[in-house]
């Protein structure tokens, strides 16, 4: 039995990882609809409805910036067509390359076209492997979105494995005219109070960004705004 002659309705046995299609897939993009969106939604939405332009893209920031609402409202927006050839794999820490990229396989044989790996830093061997997305999945038509928190890994992925094959977008960094637009739920609230909301989320941008610091042991900027 096949969802819409793609894929099993109830067969996952066949996957690794946490491969979300169809109706799961469905149910977890329906609550999103009315967000409004970021202005680098419109960078994703190229990249999805380009030609095969042979590079992956990578969506990385901190948490709570947007990343997985974005590939969210992108979904959510798919013609019933390319929802049906659409997966989000959400990776676990003890997930493997290997088991990836036989996941990847079953799609590709599948039909599916658009695959969203969410937090894809979080294995061991991502850096070493990522050339696997660009130069096997991208090359055969994939268009696949990796997304995740740890910049570090991806600047690695980048400049070792990736190269040229990939387009990076940060979500960090909120501009105020966009936090205003986006994530203020008053749009009738006074521009102090705004400015106010906007400068705790710089404070708290500037508290994880100093324990990331600490972290890997590299300094880390953030313009004041003030």
Request: aromatic share 12%.
């Amino acid at each position: 039995h096949y969802y819409n002659g793609i894929l099993p309705l109830e067969e996952d046995e066949g996957f690794l990882t946490n491969v979300i299609y169809g109706s799961r897939l469905q149910k977890m993009v329906e609550d999103i609809k009315e967000y409004k969106k970021r202005k680098c939604y419109k960078d994703i939405y190229d990249y999805i409805y380009s030609g095969n332009n042979q590079r992956v893209l990578i969506l990385y920031g901190l948490r709570r910036t947007g990343k997985t609402t974005l590939i969210k409202q992108l979904i959510s927006e798919m013609s019933s067509e390319d929802f049906k050839r659409s997966a989000i794999i959400q990776i676990k820490s003890s997930d493997t390359l290997r088991e990836v990229n036989k996941d990847l396989k079953l799609l590709e044989k599948l039909g599916y076209k658009y695959v969203f790996i969410d937090e894809v830093t979080k294995m061991d061997d991502f850096i070493e492997g990522a050339a696997l997305f660009s130069d096997v999945f991208v090359a055969c038509g994939m268009k696949i979105v990796l997304s995740g928190t740890d910049s570090l890994s991806f600047m690695f992925a980048k400049h070792h494995e990736l190269y040229d094959r990939c387009i990076i977008i940060h979500t960090t960094f909120i501009p105020y005219y966009e936090f205003e637009n986006v994530l203020i739920e008053d749009c009738q609230s006074s521009i102090i109070d705004n400015l106010l909301d906007y400068e705790n989320y710089i404070e708290g941008l500037r508290s994880k960004l100093g324990k990331a610091e600490k972290e890997i042991g590299q300094p880390a900027h953030v313009i004041d705004m003030r």
